[in-house]
T-cell receptor, first 116, second 114 residues
Framework: DAGVIQSPRHEVTEMGQEVTLRCKPISGHDYLFWYRQTMMRGLELLIYFNNNVPIDDSGMPEDRFSAKMPNASFSTLKIQPSEPRDSAVYFC??????????????FGPGTRLTVL | DQQVKQNSPSLSVQEGRISILNCDYTNSMFDYFLWYKKYPAEGPTFLISISSIKDKNEDGRFTVFLNKSAKHLSLHIVPSQPGDSAVYFCAARLSNFGNEKLTFGTGTRLTIIP
């Protein structure tokens, strides 16, 4: 099984541009998570979905960030307009969930975003 | 505010010796703790975990210790190998029913010196 797939792996854009990050979770996983990694704050949870429904978006930094999960195999994280302080590595993760007895989250390789 | 803290950004250990990575937390409602390992240009991968009802969990060369009264956990790697060089994140989960959210620390970069 392919693991969590993210695209693009690298994105360089200019301030003010719209950025869309994409994620395909592991097939059969009910939960999908978006994280951001920075040196200062480590790995921060931005939002997570259960069966395509957003459950907790309290980590989304501001209205410029939005996430969608139109179906069980695809999710997007959009930043509009982007700012230099959004530069970070963004990870997507998926899991079977605690309700099935699984604690582990499986992470994708990440998207390194640079906003100039 | 950082509820899970890894106060050592980096650690260097001689190959064959013991590596000890530390993690402190502030929220007494955390009931499950995990360690993840991350290589450059890859996502974190699960390493080992421990429930708050235990004080030790062992898996091969890796042992996690939990001291609830001190709100402290540690990861011991014995013996350390060059392939252990990576960034290690500790994570914690609140005990709310159905809560899937993990709170991560900032990570510790472990370098094993051959």
């Amino acid at each position: 099984d392919a693991g969590v797939i993210q695209s693009p792996r690298h994105e360089v854009t200019e301030m003010g541009q719209e950025v869309t990050l994409r994620c395909k979770p592991i097939s059969g996983h009910d939960y999908l998570f978006w994280y951001r990694q920075t040196m200062m704050r480590g790995l921060e949870l931005l939002i997570y979905f259960n069966n395509n429904v957003p459950i907790d978006d309290s980590g989304m930094p501001e209205d410029r960030f939005s996430a969608k999960m139109p179906n069980a195999s695809f999710s997007t994280l959009k930043i509009q307009p982007s700012e230099p302080r959004d530069s970070a590595v963004y990870f997507c993760a998926s899991s079977l969930g605690l309700d099935r007895g699984y604690n582990e989250q499986f992470f994708g390789p990440g998207t390194r975003l640079t906003v100039l | 505010d950082q509820q899970v803290k890894q106060n050592s950004p980096s650690l260097s250990v001689q190959e064959g010796r013991i590596s000890i990575l530390n993690c402190d937390y502030t929220n007494s409602m955390f009931d499950y703790f995990l360690w993840y390992k991350k290589y450059p240009a890859e996502g974190p991968t699960f390493l080992i975990s421990i429930s708050s009802i235990k004080d030790k969990n062992e898996d091969g060369r890796f042992t996690v210790f939990l001291n609830k009264s001190a709100k402290h956990l540690s990861l011991h790697i014995v013996p350390s190998q060059p392939g252990d060089s990576a960034v290690y994140f500790c994570a914690a989960r609140l005990s709310n029913f159905g809560n899937e959210k993990l709170t991560f620390g900032t990570g510790t970069r472990l370098t094993i010196i051959p």
